[in-house]
């Protein structure tokens, strides 16, 4: 079973700032594999990107995924009010799927 | 506009049943494969289960299998989940979710339904 993590817990940063968040799996995922989700206070989760890379549907160009193999990472170029939130990757499986225990983006 | 409105959550207390109902509209619901994902309050996204388009398909999370049972009702653009044997460790958040497998990644969420396992 591949089990995702996540880094850092948290991170406090000022609006306009970039974020870097990491998501790492205990083995070697497919790259069409891996998802990250976005869920503000009192939200559903909202799908951000897929295929490690591709944004989905409306999500602005300041979010960016990449990464291969075990290590992937979404960025975050300018901080919005909005962007304050949870963060979760996601491991696409036939069968069942996987989280991410989640980073917290926090205003500083 | 797709959406998806889970209702049937409510206290129960421990040992006891609950069946979550999530609708669906705005897309062919027999064309998508279906979830059920879970958050404890305070907590991290859980997946639950799922069930395949056809219903002929269900897997579970280990925290959940044998308890619950997932189930599907086309006809009526309908997700379930039969929760038995409730403990606490079940409150939580409970989203129904589509997964769009061109994507590999669920694409519309409904907005939740609670369920608070408590005596």
Redesign the interface.
């Known amino acids: 079973e591949i089990v995702l993590t996540q880094s850092p817990g948290t991170l406090s940063l000022s609006p306009g700032e970039r974020a870097t968040l990491s998501c790492r799996a205990s083995q070697t995922i497919g790259t069409?594999?891996l998802?990250w989700?976005q869920?503000r206070p009192g939200?559903?989760?909202?799908?951000l990107i897929?295929?490690a890379s591709?944004r989905?549907t409306g999500i602005p160009d300041r979010f960016t995924g990449s990464g291969s193999g075990t290590e992937f990472t979404l960025t975050i170029s300018r901080l919005e009010p909005a962007d304050f939130a949870?963060y979760?990757c996601?491991k696409?499986g036939s069968?069942?799927?996987?989280?991410?225990?989640?980073t917290k983006v926090e205003v500083k | 506009e797709v959406q998806l409105v889970e209702s049937g959550g409510a206290v129960v207390p421990p040992g006891g049943s609950l069946r979550l109902s999530c609708e669906a509209s705005g897309f062919t619901f027999d064309d998508y494969a279906m979830?059920w994902?879970r958050q404890a309050p305070g907590k991290?996204?859980?997946?639950v289960s799922?069930i395949s388009w056809d219903g002929s398909?269900t897997?579970y999370?280990d925290t959940v299998k044998g308890r619950f049972t997932i189930s599907r009702d086309n006809s009526k653009n309908s997700l379930y989940l039969q929760m038995n044997s409730l403990i606490p460790e079940d409150t939580a958040f409970y989203?129904c979710a589509r997964?769009?497998t061109a994507?590999?990644?669920?694409?519309f969420?409904?907005?939740?339904t609670v369920v608070a396992v408590s005596s």
């Open positions: 069409n594999y998802a989700y869920q939200q559903a989760p909202r799908l897929y295929g591709r989905a949870m979760y996601q696409y069968s069942s799927e996987t989280f991410g225990p989640g | 979830h994902v991290g996204l859980e997946w799922l398909d897997y999370g989203f997964i769009n994507l590999r990644a669920f694409d969420w409904g907005q939740g």
